[in-house]
């Protein structure tokens, strides 16, 4: 029997209602067979101090051994001035020290980020992009959520952290179909990838496949 691939999701909010958790919570649920999808929250990891990276916060010790048991990561980021969440930074700058100990050499990766605006999490991402060319992943995928605010409304107070993104019969938009096609096809080429050749060749191929989607839904797009 095949072992399923695993894949790390991460959000990068720390809110209780984020629509980026919420994309999250909807890739754990539409995990297609051979692949599953797990969590790692970013609660109570301190700000980075490099007097302390030699021996980090329990919190950040299982980040790193979470990153390092999946198979890929999954990143869903929210935009705060047009750049990633500090949040999401700190967690990415405590998993990558100290040097030649960083936990995320050679990890492929996915990207994506929903927004209340029209242009999705586009600066976000393209950021994060930089990051991880940096740290020698391999980001192959984009996508945008725009209008957010439309598309997971039903996720909005007191019954947010239940709410499920399946359960729901009367969406806006489809977004039950965007999130499963990035998650299954995002499967397909991770179950694809040997470890051990994440080379230059790798790299090509994943900026051979990478795809950008902006959904632009709503009453306007604005």
Not at 33 to 39: F, I, L, S
Not at 197 to 204: P, T
Request: aromatic content about 8%; some cysteine.
């Amino acid at each position: 029997m095949n072992t399923p691939i695993r894949i790390l999701g991460i959000g990068g909010s720390l809110r209780r209602g984020s629509y980026n958790r919420a994309a999250v919570r909807a890739a754990i649920e539409l995990a297609p067979k051979g692949a599953t999808v797990e969590t790692f929250e970013l609660d109570d990891i301190p700000p980075f101090n490099q007097d302390e990276e030699q021996n980090p916060p329990g919190k950040v010790t299982e980040l790193k051994r979470r990153i390092r048991d999946a198979d890929a990561i999954l990143f869903v980021t929210p935009e705060y001035n047009w750049s990633v969440s500090g949040v999401l930074k700190n967690a990415i700058d405590w998993a990558s020290r100290p040097h030649g100990d960083s936990a995320w050499n050679g990890k492929p990766a996915a990207i994506m980020g929903a927004s209340t605006g029209a242009m999705g999490t586009a600066p976000a991402q393209n950021h994060l992009r930089q990051i991880l060319v940096y740290l020698n992943m391999f980001p192959i995928k984009q996508f945008f959520f725009a209008c957010a605010g439309f598309l997971f409304v039903f996720l909005t107070g007191t019954g947010c952290k239940k709410a499920s993104i399946t359960q729901q019969p009367a969406l806006p938009v489809n977004v039950v179909t965007v999130v499963e096609k990035e998650v299954n096809e995002w499967d397909e080429f991770t179950g694809r990838l040997d470890p051990a050749q994440l080379d230059c060749r790798c790299l090509a191929h994943a900026r051979e496949t990478r795809t950008e989607l902006t959904c632009r839904y709503g009453p306007s797009d604005r």
